[in-house]
């Protein structure tokens, strides 16, 4: 009878949503695991990594945009250096800006755009590309709940 129950308790929280990961978001690049942060909306893709002092190695934060589009994306309030890493609907990399740096002017601080239209940007620390040794067409991998 537990193992019935057990696993219907499984069933169920599968069926939730809720057993993935400790409801943790994470994606697989070049062999390597990211637990990310999921910006999807608006308010969440504007803010993105702002206002941080650090970020461990093995996080990062993936926006997702509604379609393949031209995409520029810039450093304003970001304190921390990024790889910054463009995505098409398919998850495979289109273009890379490596070694982002930090930028404090505001709305002065220049946009680091996209060479081909993308629906996924991921941002990790600075380095983390040229660690890869990520080349044009890599395939990114979503865990569960980011679409």
């Not at 609907?89 to 060479?115: E, F, I």
């Not at 629906?119 to 679409?147: H, M, S, T």
Request: with cysteine.
């Amino acid at each position: 009878m537990s193992t019935l129950r057990a696993a219907i308790v499984c069933l169920g929280l599968l069926l939730s949503g809720c057993a993935s990961n400790d409801g943790e978001s994470w994606v697989e690049l070049a062999g390597r695991r990211y637990t990310v942060e999921v910006a999807a909306d608006d308010e969440s893709r504007a803010r993105g990594l702002m206002f941080r002092d650090e970020m461990a190695a093995d996080r990062g934060m993936v926006f997702v945009h509604d379609g393949e589009q031209a995409l520029a994306y810039w450093m304003k309030n970001t304190r921390i250096p990024l790889d910054i890493l463009y995505f098409d609907a398919r998850g495979r990399l289109v273009s890379q800006r490596r070694d982002v740096p930090p930028c404090s002017a505001g709305d002065a601080c220049p946009p680091y755009p996209s060479d081909a239209p993308a629906k996924y940007v991921l941002e990790l620390n600075a380095g983390q590309a040229a660690q890869l040794n990520l080349r044009d067409g890599a395939a990114l991998q979503f865990g569960p709940g980011i679409q």
